[in-house]
């Protein structure tokens, strides 16, 4: 089955909060910060100039991820997930690849993202596509406990 990856649109607020919590839940706790991004999308995200996206398969929504700008030049990738039985399908790089894209439509030059180091399969992805990690001196106050990794990509 194909995926593709589209913008996101009234009515996807509920699929981007269920993914999200799913993979957070079953490797950490929801934290403040992840209820206010995945209760109020439009509010956190949209409304301050991000952008959300959603991969699909067969009109159902099997991931997602978003950017939110930092700054001039400087974006942040949040809330990357694919469902896990859609893993293997190669969403997670479609996602990637669209916010790259997304990322440079909106001006950006850098996207920063925060991780830890638990998510060996998701620090591999974002290698890949050429991610690298931020020294501890250069990283950036986060609202995250679970945060142990930072990582940019210039573009």
Same mark, same amino acid.
């Given at each position: 089955?194909?995926?593709?990856?589209?913008?996101?649109?009234? $009515?996807? !607020?509920?699929?981007?909060?269920?993914?999200?919590?799913?993979?957070?839940?079953?490797?950490? /706790?929801?934290?403040?910060?992840? =209820?206010?991004?995945?209760?109020? *999308?439009?509010?956190?995200?949209? !409304?301050?100039?991000?952008?959300? @996206?959603?991969?699909?398969?067969?009109?159902?929504? =099997?991931?997602?991820?978003?950017? =939110?700008?930092?700054?001039?030049?400087?974006?942040? @990738?949040?809330?990357?997930? *694919?469902?896990?039985?859609?893993? *293997?399908?190669? !969403? /997670?790089?479609? @996602?990637?690849?669209?916010?790259?894209?997304?990322?440079?439509?909106? $001006?950006?030059?850098? =996207?920063?993202?925060?991780?830890?180091?638990?998510?060996?399969?998701?620090?591999?992805?974002?290698?890949?596509?050429?991610?690298?990690?931020?020294?501890?001196?250069?990283?950036?106050?986060?609202?995250?406990?679970?945060?142990?990794?930072?990582?940019?990509?210039?573009?």
């Amino acid at each position: 089955m194909t995926t593709t990856v589209r913008p996101f649109r009234p $009515g996807d !607020a509920q699929a981007f909060r269920d993914l999200n919590m799913a993979w957070i839940s079953a490797h950490f /706790g929801i934290e403040d910060e992840d =209820i206010a991004q995945l209760e109020q *999308v439009e509010e956190t995200i949209l !409304a301050k100039g991000g952008r959300v @996206l959603i991969a699909e398969q067969g009109g159902e929504a =099997i991931g997602t991820t978003a950017l =939110i700008p930092l700054g001039p030049g400087l974006v942040e @990738l949040v809330k990357m997930s *694919v469902r896990e039985d859609s893993r *293997v399908a190669g !969403a /997670g790089r479609l @996602l990637m690849d669209a916010a790259i894209e997304t990322a440079l439509e909106m $001006g950006a030059t850098s =996207i920063w993202l925060e991780t830890n180091n638990v998510l060996t399969a998701a620090i591999k992805l974002y290698e890949r596509a050429g991610f690298e990690l931020v020294s501890q001196e250069d990283w950036r106050a986060t609202p995250y406990c679970r945060c142990n990794t930072q990582m940019i990509k210039r573009l």
